[in-house]
């Protein structure tokens, strides 16, 4: 079945700077990667999604870039601001494999320093 | 517009003891699933259904149950409740099985 792997677990940058967090996956033929930020006390939210046929996708400071042939797809997150913080899931998705579901990475924990 | 409801938000159980935490949606979502949220292990299902009477395993179902009676409700049974129990539960729903919209979790204790 898939297997999600996320680095690096924790990330501290100064406000401002950019983060980066990598995730690779298994199964060739995972097609659906969404992203997911969860804040302290409150449930996982899906902020950017891609599907294997796009290398890109942008949402104002946010982005995601896929490599299939690498299989690993990594967020982006630039000039971050303090209510970035909170920890970030990848996850990803094969329609004919882990039963169709989507299976999660362990979680970046990104912390903004003011 | 509710969204994906959960109760209780916090319980404690004694070992042994089985419980039922409730979750329902309102979007009409065909997929629900059930995860539990461990530190450092990310978010793993344990239950999931495609469907009204249709459920299946996933990841980690050792000492849960599901059923799906109806569109709205997808409730998880613990059997007799263990101290590996211990975690956050979230239940999700999905139209596709592709965006999860999740509910607000329940925090479970098992002493």
């Known amino acids: 079945g898939e297997n999600v792997e996320q680095h690096p677990s924790t990330l501290s940058v100064q406000e401002g700077d950019s983060a980066v967090i990598k995730c690779t996956y298994s199964d060739s033929a995972s097609n659906y990667f969404p992203w997911y930020k969860q804040e302290l006390g409150k449930r996982p939210q899906l902020i950017i999604d891609?599907?294997?046929?796009?290398g890109e996708k942008k949402d104002q400071r946010i982005a995601v870039t896929l490599n299939k042939t690498a299989k690993h797809f990594s967020l982006h997150i630039t000039e971050t601001q303090p209510e970035d913080s909170a920890v970030y899931f990848c996850?990803?998705?094969?329609?004919?494999?882990?039963?169709?579901?989507?299976?999660f990475g362990k979680g970046t924990k990104l912390s903004v320093k003011p | 517009n509710a969204g994906v409801t959960q109760t209780p938000k916090f319980q404690v159980l004694k070992t042994g003891q089985s419980m039922t935490l409730q979750c329902a949606q309102d979007m009409n979502h065909e997929y629900m699933s059930w995860y539990r949220q461990d530190p450092g292990m990310g978010l793993r299902l344990i239950h999931y259904?495609?469907?009204?009477?249709?459920?299946d395993q996933g990841e980690v179902p050792n000492g849960y149950n599901v059923s799906r009676s109806t569109t709205e409700d997808f409730p998880l049974r613990l059997l007799s409740a263990a101290p590996s129990q211990t975690s956050v539960y979230f239940c999700?729903?999905?139209?596709?099985?592709?965006?999860?919209?999740f509910g607000p979790g329940t925090r479970l204790t098992v002493t």
């Open positions: 999700a729903s999905s139209l596709n099985r592709d965006e999860q919209y």
């Open positions: 259904s495609v469907g009204a009477g249709i459920t």
């Open positions: 891609i599907r294997s046929n796009v």
């Open positions: 996850a990803a998705r094969s329609y004919g494999g882990s039963q169709g579901n989507l299976i």
